[in-house]
């Protein structure tokens, strides 16, 4: 099942407030950009994050599994909850590199 129009807005309305927060459509799921930096993932209507250890005690108990075959495990963020949500973008977005710009071939 693809992650719906629907959620993937839900998901950006839940990030009001925070600075350059875009989403971009990839393999029929999502990937949420704050800052230009890849935060979340949003495949199959849920919301996903890297697991990093700067994470393991805002997220202690949480729910973990893999957005896609193949992936690694990640985090399930509870994208409902606001403060959590903060806190988690807040760790990771210092963390998290600028996506390498892809030069076009030359013809």
């Given at each position: ?34 800052n ?44 409902e ?20 710009s ?6």
């Open positions: 099942m693809a992650t719906t129009l629907d959620y993937v807005e839900f998901v950006s309305e839940q990030l009001r407030g925070m600075d350059a927060v875009r989403y971009r459509k990839m393999f029929g799921e999502y990937m949420v950009y704050v230009e930096k890849p935060i979340l993932l949003v495949c199959d209507n849920t919301t996903f994050v890297k697991t990093v250890p700067e994470l393991d005690g805002v997220l202690i108990g949480a729910e973990r599994g893999r957005p896609y075959e193949g992936a690694r495990e990640h985090y399930i963020l509870d994208i909850n606001a403060e959590l949500v903060r806190k988690v973008i807040a760790i990771l977005e210092p963390l998290t590199s600028l996506p390498k892809r030069k076009k071939g030359r013809t």
